[in-house]
């Protein structure tokens, strides 16, 4: 691969995430804090997002797969972004707000899968087989962690020098401007034509991908994926689900990535209730991303090589089990900060090698809409439902504007053991 496409591959990955960071982790706190806006409130908030990735993936995919080029869907979407979080920094209220976040979350789901497919498209034609593909992806992998871990320093930063930490707006401007970069970078893309229907991808040699014994790829029940000509690439995509194993794998990332959003509206305002000041809050959670981007470089590969794609997945779900331990026990405070790397191994060995699984079933012609496909079913339906579990969870077991942080970690934590549990017993390696 050569140093231009890295960059270009690199600088989508690290903007996409780094514009989620700016606001997604710390959002909650300025929610349930200044503006005095309810769990269930703050949960509706943040459904805006999976609601949104429910279906915009499966459109977005749909698109750069027949008839839009794939650098063009994320420019005009980031740039729209940025207009609407310029909108939302002046929305106090809960309608207001839930409307611009809701438009918003439409543009930025949008283009979240294509960051993946558009560096899975690049590779796909520099490798010869989808064992390379999957092992360089792990050096443009890196970038998301490290925008996470980034931003959030810098908007510590930002807080301890100009104290804009109590309001909390700063998170929603500093989404805008890095929208306004990603979108006019994203003309400056490598050109990712859709995929002709019906056509078998080709390496830059000119030959199909392959696996390291030499065959094509295949789905876990053997076959492989089908490429009708006749058939959209989103209902080509969907056949999977008639693969007991890819539907346990969707099944019980729904669970898990519903229960991350216990993390990202919980961690906040309870690092603050623990006496963690606001100002200190992003560089706290940033250590997950730092965290983060260090497996992805040094243990990704490593553990799928030794341990397997199932078992590294059950490593990864088990990390977000002992965060939320952690999160019950709640003394000493220290641990709460401890802890935080669980959070971004959980990211890494979990989420991103579901993603890497999820493209090793996919032929060239659908890898756009089987990323849409697992966005759409994970941050969308998965998302959405544990919004609003984790939105009235706080609220029951919120009294006189306090919370009740044990029980509420108690539920994520349960589920997660179960999941676990049902991921060993029934996917198959």
């Not at 650098?71 to 002046?90: D, K, N, P, T």
């Not at 490593?315 to 939320?324: E, P, Q, S």
Request: charged share 10%; net charge neutral.
């Amino acid at each position: 691969m050569d140093w231009k496409l890295y960059l270009a591959l690199s600088f989508v990955m690290f903007m996409e995430y780094a514009v989620w960071a700016a606001w997604m982790p710390v959002l909650a706190a300025r929610l349930l804090g200044p503006l005095k806006m309810s769990g269930k409130q703050t949960g509706w908030i943040y459904a805006t997002f999976p609601l949104a990735c429910i279906f915009m993936p499966l459109v977005s995919g749909q698109l750069a797969d027949k008839y839009v080029n794939t650098e063009s869907i994320l420019a005009v979407a980031h740039i729209l972004g940025a207009v609407l979080m310029f909108i939302a920094v002046r929305k106090t209220t809960f309608k207001g707000l839930f409307v611009v976040m809701f438009l918003y979350s439409l543009c930025y789901a949008a283009t979240l899968p294509l960051a993946n497919s558009i560096m899975f498209h690049h590779l796909g034609k520099v490798y010869d087989n989808i064992d390379d593909v999957n092992a360089a992806s792990a050096n443009i992998f890196i970038w998301a962690p490290v925008a996470w871990a980034f931003i959030g320093w810098s908007l510590t930063g930002w807080r301890w020098i100009f104290k804009t930490g109590e309001q909390g707006r700063d998170c929603l401007y500093l989404a805008a401007i890095l929208s306004v970069i990603m979108g006019i970078g994203c003309f400056f893309l490598p050109d990712t034509p859709p995929t002709e229907s019906g056509t078998t991808p080709t390496t830059e040699s000119g030959t199909a991908p392959t696996t390291e014994s030499g065959t094509a790829p295949t789905t876990e029940s053997g076959t492989a994926p089908t490429t009708e000509s006749d058939t959209a690439p989103i209902l080509q995509a969907m056949e999977m689900f008639k693969d007991a194993n890819f539907l346990i794998f969707i099944a019980v990332s729904m669970v898990f990535f519903g229960l991350m959003q216990f993390y990202f509206l919980g961690t906040a305002p309870f690092m603050q209730d623990m006496g963690i000041p606001a100002k200190n809050v992003p560089a706290s959670m940033g250590i997950a991303q730092a965290f983060q981007a260090i497996a992805t470089l040094f243990l990704m590969a490593k553990s799928m090589e030794v341990l397997g794609i199932k078992w590294t997945l059950i490593v990864g779900a088990t990390c977000w089990f002992i965060l939320y331990l952690a999160y019950i026990k709640q003394k000493p405070r220290w641990i709460i900060v401890a802890c935080q790397p669980f959070h971004g191994l959980a990211y890494v060995l979990f989420v991103i090698v579901g993603q890497i699984f999820a493209n090793s079933v996919a032929s060239d012609e659908i890898r756009g809409s089987m990323q849409s496909l697992l966005f759409a079913a994970t941050t969308g339906v998965g998302l959405f439902f544990g919004t609003q579990l984790a939105g009235v969870v706080m609220d029951k077991f919120r009294k006189e504007d306090k919370f009740q942080w044990r029980p509420i970690f108690l539920v994520p934590g349960g589920i997660a053991l179960v999941s676990i549990l049902v991921f060993v017993l029934f996917f198959k390696s």
